[in-house]
């Protein structure tokens, strides 16, 4: 079964470091998503994707985050200057179509992102 | 106040037993998601409904959009359904490619 792939597994980084999080969705998947969970805490969306574009955003997603879909398999979330308290897990999520249309998510195993 | 709300927060129960996981939620919704997040950390969709009743083997969802409530029912429970499983709404906000609001979760653990 076609699975979303993320990559690293995990990620240590420095305070103010630069990091970007790679996925790659289900290839006929057309609706992208990012979450995070930190540790102990429930999930929370971060900004979805469609058309080249960002669909929604969280008031999580400000002007450190970026996200981009530079190739037709590649999706990344790019943190420009890394904080303590970005340090979660983050997940990353596709389906065929929207939401309001009922299509399933499938989620990435995750990237558990620790900064220093 | 979160816009949703699952309980037990935690469960712990025999293999075999019946088990009802609830959520209630504040909000209009187009969907509500019921998932499944291992030790791992994955998470897997389990199911997606917005009106009625699904079943997927041991595993049945309820909802009942007038009283803003879903159940998530396991029958004759194993110890490898010990996972922590999490109740997330969508509100069809973003044009269909919206973001769901997630519960804290509920950690079951079954016992041998």
């Known amino acids: 079964e076609p699975e979303v792939t993320q990559t690293p597994s995990h990620q240590v980084t420095q305070m103010g470091q630069e990091v970007i999080l790679r996925c790659v969705p289900i290839s006929n998947h057309l609706y992208f998503y990012w979450y995070r969970q930190i540790l102990g805490q429930k999930v929370e969306f971060l900004v979805s994707?469609?058309?080249?574009?960002?669909?929604?955003k969280s008031e999580i997603f400000d002007d450190q985050f970026s996200v981009e879909r530079p190739d037709g398999s590649n999706f990344t979330l790019k943190i420009r200057s890394t904080k303590l308290e970005d340090s979660a897990m983050y997940f990353c999520?596709?389906?065929?179509?929207?939401?309001?249309?009922?299509?399933?998510?499938?989620f990435g195993n995750g990237t558990r992102l620790t900064v220093t | 106040k979160n816009e949703v709300e699952q309980s037990p927060q935690n469960l712990t129960a025999q293999e075999g037993e019946f088990i009802t996981i609830n959520c209630s939620y504040s909000?209009?919704?187009?969907?509500l998601h019921w998932l499944q997040q291992h030790p791992g950390g994955g998470i897997v969709s389990l199911f997606m409904l917005s009106s009625g009743k699904k079943k997927h083997g041991r595993l049945i969802a309820t909802i009942n959009i007038q009283e803003k409530h879903s159940s998530l029912h396991i029958t004759a429970s194993h110890p490898r359904d010990s996972a922590v499983y999490i109740c997330a709404v969508s509100k069809g906000s973003g044009g269909g490619a919206d973001g769901l609001t997630f519960g804290k979760g509920t950690h079951l653990i079954i016992q041998p």
């Open positions: 994707f469609y058309n080249n574009e960002i669909s929604e």
């Open positions: 909000v209009g919704i187009s969907a």
């Open positions: 999520a596709s389906s065929e179509k929207g939401q309001v249309l009922h299509s399933p998510l499938h």
